[in-house]
DNA sequence: GTCAAATCTTTACAGTGTTAGGATTATGCG
DNA sequence: CGCATAATCCTAACACTGTAAAGATTTGAC
């Protein structure tokens, strides 16, 4: 059984170490910014002396990548869960991936940030979980896109809340209204470029669109 | 006029460190990225010492600051010098957009990335000039849309350009076609749908998805 | 020429990530 | 059980960072 950490352990060791400290750590990253995101900060958290986490990760970046991991996980897992409404699953990804961003602010940040080159460097971890979100989003597109549109749609998507994301985490976007609805409009707009934009190279007339659950090449 | 900088100069004073310093962060910047950008190590190239940048900026911060400055301000130049060919206005902006990002990678990342305090706080100076570059974009869609649509559109084309450089930026975008024609054809996709979702047809309003609060499963 | 301001210097301090080596506890084997 | 050994945690120390304080050198105004 894990101990409680942070509580002032009795026993010498630890016992579940590496958790605490990546649950200290994303306190901190959440609490203070990803640039505050010291090696001597979160040991204090643990009460552990700061070589202590050597034993569990080769540096302080890795530490960090460890919570880029747990991010891209539940990126993944908020995506996966978002209710496949097949007329608006464009506008329900969007919104999921964006619930996400804005409840995980300083951690998408982490993620996509330049702050730790381990974590720039995409593990391989990272780089699976992050084509399994892609390939989700684009399982959405699937069903109302053709093939041979599929590779620019889902880049267009993801480059879309991808952006839109981080200037919201950024507070760049200062209009008063309901962020909301203007989340919402956004990708609506979206929306209706990727339905009405069909019809550049796929020679075919009324194509009824593929649903066999072939994957994506 | 400027001292040369970089070689070993004779007088004591610099003459125009201010300018220098900036000159070698920039190196530093592009050379090994924004989280290399040490005080030292740029006053090393300088060949001066260390505490001396002092009397020019108030902080290392203060020289990120500069360089974004920098930064905000090319972007602006950029945008106002993209050809404004009518009919395909959005294109250009957003392909100039972009060619700013990839020429200007770790500039970028820099502008709107975390790791230093004072970029992340906008100073005036930043704020006006990102405001000139969004309106030199949105004057581009003021001719072929209803000014109701404006702030969605505008918003909606600033988030796409921004998340498809940063993906850029970051590699992520690893398809082995022509990086130009990818650009091209998302930024085509876009503007279709800005063409023609101009009548706004939110018909279907679901259920708003539960925000994935995530803290800790 | 002289004095003051501006500029650059060395020195020093607190903080960081990291390494080396010693103390303590858990584990597996006789 | 008793004991060797491995795993874990500790303190001490190193090289490095950004920044502050105070001394040296140059510029410019009177």
Redesign the interface.
Known sequence: MPRPAKKPRKSYHHGDLRNALL?AA?EVLEER???FLGLREISRRVGVSAPSAYHHFPSRDAIALGLAEQGAA?LAT?LA???A?P??SL??YG??YI??V???P?LY?LM??????AV?QHSAAIRAL?ERSYDIMKAGLEQRLPASEL???G??L??????????LV?R??V?DGDL?D?I???L??????????RG?DDGQSGPPPPPPGTRSA
Not at 112 to 117: I, M, Y
Not at 188 to 194: H, K, M, P, R, W
């Open positions: 649950t994303r910014g990803p640039s539940e908020c869960a978002a209710p409404n007329s608006g506008l329900t919104e999921a619930a996400f804005r409840a995980n300083a940040r996509f940030g330049e702050g730790f080159p720039s992050r590779p620019i749609a880049l267009f993801w480059a879309l809340v991808h952006g839109l994301g981080l200037l950024d760049q976007i209009r909301e203007i919402r409009r956004v609506t707009l979206a929306g209706t470029g990727l339905l009405h934009g550049r």
